[in-house]
């Protein structure tokens, strides 16, 4: 059974840090693509930030300079390091782990997410 847990949501003032944790388990961690995505109310979920199995990163415009994605495979975790935050960072974030061959999504995995909340 894969299993992905999130954890590391927390209250913050604008411009804060926070470092965000998907843990997995029942999954071979380190042949996955993996990525971060955030849904906040009112809006479609959208993608944060993704590292391939290689260790190649993309993030959304709005994050970029700001969020930084990574992994450990010895851990089989997912980390999303979050600073100078803003109000609009507000959203639950979802951890997702995707396996992808040959420009093919072959499964995919979900958590059931952590609020991160961005507030004065």
């Known amino acids: 059974q894969v299993q992905l847990v999130e954890s590391g949501g927390a209250l913050v003032q604008p411009g804060g840090s926070l470092r965000l944790s998907c843990s997995t388990s029942g999954m071979m961690f380190s042949m996955y693509d993996m990525g971060w995505y955030r849904q906040a109310p009112g809006k479609q979920r959208e993608l944060v930030a993704v590292i391939t199995s290689v260790g190649n990163t993309n993030y959304a415009d709005s994050v970029k300079d700001r969020f930084t994605v990574s992994r450990d495979n010895a851990k089989n975790t997912l980390y999303l390091q979050m600073n100078s935050l803003r109000p609009e960072d507000t959203a639950i974030y979802y951890c997702?782990?995707?396996?992808?061959?040959?420009?093919?999504?072959?499964?995919?995995?979900w958590g059931q997410g952590t609020q991160v909340t961005v507030s004065s």
């Open positions: 997702n782990a995707d396996l992808r061959r040959g420009g093919t999504s072959l499964r995919k995995h």
